[in-house]
């Protein structure tokens, strides 16, 4: 059975930093790629980064380039985002997704629009 589980979400100042966790079950994570997205009150989900599997590319949205680093540990069946510098804009509920089906030992850019397992999501808010 797929299972996403993130974790690490909060309140933090802007400024601050938090990371957040997606532990998967039900494969192998070394296979595929996985994406954070996030969706703020009233707005459409964004694919915020990426990992890509084996492959080792990566991907960030613009409104996070140089603030955000995805990182995966295969060993450990955990993806981890940190976020850095973070500003109220980033103030969502962030989610980890998997291609499971279709996306074995597919990069980033093949799958983008092949999610179709997500966690729960854990919910980030920057606020003074």
């Known amino acids: 059975q797929v299972q996403l589980v993130e974790s690490g979400g909060g309140l933090v100042q802007p400024g601050g930093s938090l990371r957040l966790s997606c532990a998967v079950s039900g494969f192998t994570l070394g296979h595929y790629a996985i994406a954070w997205f996030r969706q703020a009150a009233g707005k459409e989900r964004e694919e915020v980064s990426c990992?890509?599997?084996?492959?080792?590319?990566?991907y960030y949205a613009d409104s996070v380039k140089g603030r955000f680093t995805i990182s995966r540990d295969n060993a450990k069946n955990t993806v981890y985002l940190q976020m850095n510098s973070l500003k109220p804009e980033d103030t969502a509920n962030y989610y980890c997704?998997?291609?499971?089906?279709?996306?074995?030992?597919?990069?980033?850019?093949?799958?983008?629009?092949?999610?179709?397992?997500w966690g729960q999501g854990t919910q980030v808010t920057v606020s003074s």
């Open positions: 997704a998997v291609p499971w089906t279709t996306g074995w030992g597919r990069s980033c850019e093949d799958v983008k629009y092949e999610y179709d397992y």
């Open positions: 990992t890509s599997s084996s492959l080792g590319s990566t």
